[in-house]
């Protein structure tokens, strides 16, 4: 865009003032009230507020309560620090120290507690709200303060960050963006200040908080030079340069990160997280990941259906040359070339695109493959430059006046003040903002607990196999409800058993949905079946540890009703060897075979089961006197004896 020196007329299209670092260090362009970006940070919290009454959900458990160096408070830092993010690189190699470490501190002070975890999530999501606003209206400094407004106010409200700011665990992506907009927000003001030294230091400091809370700001390394091309009117020379200072957070983010992973390998990606590794060839591959891009896209504008879920098989691979692949193939490649044929013009648009395709690439599926096909978490950092291009979309068609005179930048955002095609662009994206907000509320309330998520969400999807699974299990461990009518236990045991057969019938190999199918008939006491459905994920995964418990555990359950009900203790007995092979540490077991020989006058062989399970438990007066019994009966008065003194019968 052209370089102008005055204020152009109403109706022509709006050039941005290209600035060098003298001039606005001159100008002081910065000055305008704080009033509306406190504004928005306290209509941010009060968006969120419906949230705070809300449980864990999804993986909160486990970057939470279930994290052995979060649970232990401020005394695992040291650990977070030199450890991978979960145990085993579960879910991948990932390094988040900082977000874990937040994590810790809070588990410290308030414990076990979901309130502080989630009233913390929306503080930190207004006060991110509030440094936005900041750093838009020092980036925009000579055009409207409407346009900054505009786009924080879209960021806001838009209910693709619900997902975000509504669950604990994705306190990574609400870090990873407060720092960053901070280190942008140093850096521009460098790039105004003779004192570039100090504020250079302090961008590069938050730019490591926003590494170390998530590595995928990674992505913010080519913006840098952006900002200082497109906002400051630098030398492209000058714009790489002046950006060099960011290599040093990530080199010592990687020294930390290597250090803290070495030696440890991420495990496959399972096409049940990522259906894409399962692709056949790479033209199968290549259409899913525009595919992929197109429904980010598409989300911004158009944020429905929401869902928790992108996994196997909410939405089919693209076959190659599918016709809505190349459209948006077509669509992102044309951003991409208009952007770079605009960006020598230094054309906030161009840098707005440019910026979103770098944030959004590593999410893509076509640079590398990641542990999950999509999420509408990860477009949170990436949408602050759709926030911001869609006010400068309107802005050129209502022909809005650039503002030139760093005095009325000043003044504050005052309504008066503004043109009618300023109201009518504030107007517009108010309209916008309450309709977001409406969905935004609505859609916090699915986020309450898991049963109220699946729930709304594979009513969306019902061709997702983890919905359908996390649905039918949430409403098995409802019938623990001791308040439940028997109406609504059996309506929920049939929607239950309904969800993990339409699992099943999308993935027969669903470890979830065969598990809870067992657990279903185990609660319905259908021995058999239960017994069934568990072998049935051994057979998938022969050292599946739940379905191995649940088996052992069903065996039991099964033989104590063949021995007390059904009078069979030889039955009982094949079903306990059974479960003994499953799990030779339970004390129960044992006392139970031996109380099945007992029964049929095998003394030895009953003093010999009491023997394995008074070992185990050797305070059980019960199995002590069980022992005593067979060793008399079978004329061994002796050990008998022993066994009374040693137990103080």
Request: net charge positive; charged share 15%.
């Amino acid at each position: 865009m052209s370089k102008k020196k005055n204020t152009t007329p109403s109706a022509a299209r709006p050039k941005l003032v290209v600035q060098t670092t003298t001039e606005a260090a001159s100008t002081a362009p910065i000055t305008a009230s704080w009033i509306p970006g406190l504004a928005l940070g306290i209509l941010a919290f009060l968006l969120y507020i419906n949230t705070l009454g809300h449980g864990y959900v999804l993986d909160d458990d486990l970057a939470l309560r279930l994290h052995q160096n979060v649970s232990r408070g401020l005394a695992g830092i040291g650990d977070i620090f030199s450890a991978p993010y979960r145990d085993g690189c579960f879910g991948g190699c990932l390094y988040r120290p900082l977000t874990l470490a937040v994590f810790a501190v809070e588990w410290r002070f308030a414990p076990n507690n979901p309130f502080v975890g989630h009233l913390m999530n929306v503080l930190w999501f207004a006060a991110t709200v509030v440094l936005l606003y900041a750093t838009l209206n020092r980036l925009l400094r000579g055009w409207s303060l409407v346009l900054a407004f505009a786009a924080t106010l879209l960021f806001v409200a838009h209910p693709v960050h619900t997902e975000v700011v509504a669950n604990i665990k994705s306190r990574d992506e609400i870090l990873c963006l407060f720092f960053t907009l901070l280190s942008i927000n140093l850096f521009a003001k460098s790039l105004e200040s003779e004192r570039r030294s100090r504020l250079v230091v302090f961008a590069a400091i938050a730019y490591l908080c926003a590494l170390l809370s998530k590595e995928s700001a990674i992505t913010v390394l080519p913006i840098f030079p952006l900002i200082a091309w497109t906002f400051y009117g630098q030398s492209a020379g000058r714009s790489v340069t002046a950006s060099l200072w960011a290599l040093a957070p990530v080199l010592i983010f990687f020294l930390l990160r290597g250090s803290a992973l070495s030696g440890l390998t991420s495990p496959p990606v399972s096409y049940m997280d990522n259906p894409i590794v399962a692709a056949t060839g790479f033209g199968e591959r290549f259409a899913t990941s525009w595919l992929v891009l197109g429904k980010y896209l598409g989300l911004l504008f158009a944020p429905f259906p929401l869902l928790s879920d992108y996994t196997f098989n909410t939405f089919p691979l693209a076959k190659s040359g599918n016709p809505m692949s190349l459209l948006w193939m077509a669509v992102h490649l044309g951003l991409l070339g208009w952007a770079l044929w605009r960006l020598p013009r230094r054309n906030v648009l161009a840098f707005c695109v440019l910026a979103y395709f770098a944030g959004i690439a590593l999410y893509s599926q076509l640079l590398t493959v990641i542990g999950t096909l999509m999420g509408e978490r990860l477009l949170y950092s990436p949408s602050v430059w759709w926030c911001l291009a869609l006010p400068f979309i309107a802005a050129y068609f209502l022909k809005i006046e650039t503002r030139h005179d760093a005095s009325w930048h000043a003044t504050g955002f005052s309504w008066s003040h503004f043109s009618f095609r300023e109201k009518t662009l504030a107007l517009l994206v108010v309209a916008i903002a309450v309709l977001f907000s409406l969905k935004t509320i609505g859609r916090n309330a699915d986020w309450k607990a898991n049963l109220a998520l699946f729930k709304a969400d594979v009513a969306k999807a019902p061709n997702s196999v983890r919905l359908n699974d996390g649905y039918a299990e949430e409403l098995y461990k409802s019938l623990a409800d001791k308040e439940l009518p028997e109406a609504e236990i059996e309506r929920r045991w049939q929607l239950s058993e309904q969800h993990s057969k339409q699992s099943l019938s999308i993935e027969p190999k669903s470890l979830s949905a065969n598990l809870n199918l067992g657990n279903l008939r185990f609660f319905k006491k259908q021995y058999a079946e239960a017994a069934a459905a568990y072998e049935k994920c051994l057979q998938i995964i022969p050292d599946y540890s739940y379905a191995k418990r649940n088996l052992a555990g069903l065996l039991i359950a099964w033989a104590r009703e063949e021995g007390e009900k059904n009078q069979n203790p030889e039955k009982a007995r094949q079903l306990l060897l059974r479960s003994l092979a499953l799990d030779d540490k339970n004390a129960g077991a044992w006392h139970l075979t031996g109380v099945s020989y007992g029964v049929q006058g095998n003394h030895a062989k009953a003093a010999g089961m009491f023997e394995k399970a008074w070992a185990m438990e050797p305070d059980n007066k019960g199995f002590a006197r069980d022992l005593v019994m067979a060793l008399r009966a079978g004329g061994n008065a002796a050990r008998a004896d022993e066994v009374t003194k040693q137990a103080g019968l």
